[in-house]
């Protein structure tokens, strides 16, 4: 099916047709015309499926402009939150319809005065809980709700947040709910608060067939990082994400790969959001070409152009390999996923390999430059060492 037989206004079909957006996505043909008739719907689809446009369209060409704020989205992360405003922003100027972002780690006060003006206010449930323990957002006419990435907002413990904002929200309503994987604790929540909803699978946006999965068994641990700065120097031609366990490791392979030439830049949940947006615009304009990430990078962003996912720690579960693995092989696109496992990894990869879908084979060990690592700072005095 194509954008231009959806029932939606001409100026959405306009600006689908200038974003070069021309045949919907199975989640977008599945969704769009429940959503547009009222209906509560929950969505199974990956990242980078188009589950953003599949209720941002029938959302706009749903709200009155001059009828104040009608519509809440809820997101799990800042970067998400952002990224949602931002496609709402977008598709809505022409309607004139105001859009609005609420996350915490920035001044509260601009928030404030936005608020009143908006039509639609994109959150993530801590920020809008203090709006709503301070008076300062009214909920009483909101009649769309979105928890986006639900699964996710269920993982970083947000359930019970989410709980008070529904509390605070008229019962009568049009719930929608999007997440990558639909768990039993996301049933329970539908069951919950979502009126006879339809609910939508589709097969994941990852090509496995167009993704190359592969490992390399390190014998010695001192040269996993040595190993990583051959990989990105020999075999990445494109963009690369780095998926770190911990904030302090990710910013200290982030330190070394500079030191190597690299152009890299880090995002994790201690940088203020100042610094994580950047980190993310640069990697999306192409201005480095290394990301390295906690698992914050792994839901819910679509990032372009990414050709290579690096473990350098090993996910816990198969879930989040797969999760982490997504941002690349997207669109068509061929992908590598390489996970460099030493010997304190086996137990995680074990867990990952338990999962019968997933096809990774071992790479053949390279020959490669030992190169020094880093580790910071001890008792005044600089440390060099490659174990990590």
């Not at 979105?146 to 529904?166: A, H, Q």
């Not at 940088?271 to 290394?290: A, E, P, T």
């Not at 050709?307 to 350098?312: D, F, G, L, S």
């Amino acid at each position: 099916m194509i954008f231009e037989k959806l029932n939606i206004d001409k100026k959405l079909k306009d600006k689908v047709d200038e974003c070069g957006f021309n045949d919907l996505t199975l989640i977008q043909e599945k969704c769009i015309p429940e959503v547009s008739k009222g209906k509560d719907v929950v969505g199974q689809a990956e990242t980078g499926s188009g589950k953003t446009l599949a209720f941002c369209l029938p959302i706009l060409d749903s709200i009155i402009s001059n009828n104040g704020l009608q519509v809440l989205v809820l997101t799990p992360t800042r970067e998400l939150c952002i990224q949602v405003t931002n496609v709402f922003k977008d598709f809505g100027k022409n309607l004139d319809i105001i859009t609005n972002d609420v996350y915490g780690g920035v001044n509260i006060e601009p928030q404030i005065r936005k608020i009143n003006n908006s039509n639609i206010i994109v959150a993530t449930p801590g920020r809008l809980l203090d709006h709503i323990d301070r008076r300062t957002i009214d909920l009483k006419n909101i009649r769309v709700l979105v928890l986006d990435e639900t699964d996710k907002m269920l993982e970083m413990g947000f359930i019970e947040d989410v709980e008070k904002i529904i509390f605070n929200i008229p019962k009568v309503r049009q719930t929608l709910m999007f997440s990558a994987t639909i768990s039993d604790d996301v049933y329970r929540i539908a069951k919950k608060h979502l009126k006879n909803p339809l609910m939508f699978r589709t097969k994941p946006f990852v090509d496995t067939d167009k993704l190359n999965q592969q490992y390399y068994d390190i014998y010695n641990h001192n040269d996993k990082f040595s190993l990583l700065v051959h990989l990105l120097r020999t075999s990445t031609k494109g963009l690369a994400i780095v998926f770190c366990a911990t904030r302090k490791e990710t910013d200290i392979v982030a330190k070394n790969l500079r030191r190597q030439g690299i152009s890299t830049s880090e995002i994790h949940g201690g940088m203020n959001q100042n610094k994580r947006l950047k980190s993310l615009d640069k990697l999306k304009k192409q201005k480095i070409d290394v990301l390295v990430a906690t698992d914050v990078a792994a839901r819910g962003l679509d990032i372009n152009n990414v050709t290579h996912v690096y473990n350098y720690d090993v996910p816990k579960t198969s879930k989040e390999y797969i999760h982490r693995i997504g941002r690349t092989a997207r669109a068509g696109k061929n992908g590598d996923a390489v996970t460099l496992l030493t010997r304190r990894d086996h137990d995680n990869f074990r867990n990952v390999q338990s999962d019968e879908k997933l096809t990774i084979t071992q790479a053949k060990y390279p020959k490669f430059d030992r190169v020094p690592f880093f580790r910071g700072h001890k008792r005044g005095k600089k440390q060099y060492s490659n174990d990590y």
